[in-house]
């Protein structure tokens, strides 16, 4: 069976920055594949376009271009917010929480999920990035092809019904989220970089 759109895939896979050969950012493992539905929009177009037509036992290796992953970074996705926005019911802001390099999970004014890391830290003002964490990086695969079967009728539904997000890169652990960037990445464990 190969992988085309409905089919419920399993996948392991190694994701570098800077070459096959580079830094490893996510990393699946055999207790934990990333499963996901193919042609549900849970994923990269691109990520998908590359696995479309492999089957169970295949081998991958590719590379995103930042353009077709998650883009190149947006200076006016960078922000400063009144520091009161962050205080918790006693007036005060959790210290730990918000620290320059943390990931904090955010809503904008129509409810949608943002992550953003926090930049800096003022008398008046919490800096934060909203660029997805790798934006601007070039992403490259490599990785197998585990499992391709039907997806049933409730997986299919959970994921268009709103529920439900594979595991890692297509989820979470780089940023974690699924769109928006995220599905539960808040960092977790879902929503590196198939994600869209």
Known sequence: MEISRNKMVTLS???????F???????????KPLEFIFGTGRMLQMFENKLEGLKAGEEFKFELKADDAYGQINEEAKVNIPKNIFEVNDGKMDEELIKVGNMVPMQDAQG???????????DEHVQMDFNHPLAGDDLFFSGAVKEVREATDEEIMAVVGGGGCGSGCGCGDAQTGCDSGSCGSDGSGSGGCGCS
Do not use: A, M, P
């Open 13 to 19: 896979y190694v994701l570098r920055l800077n070459g």
């Open 21 to 31: 050969e580079g830094e490893i950012v996510e990393e699946t493992s055999e207790e």
């Open 112 to 122: 949608n999920r943002l992550n953003g890391i926090v930049l800096d830290v003022t």
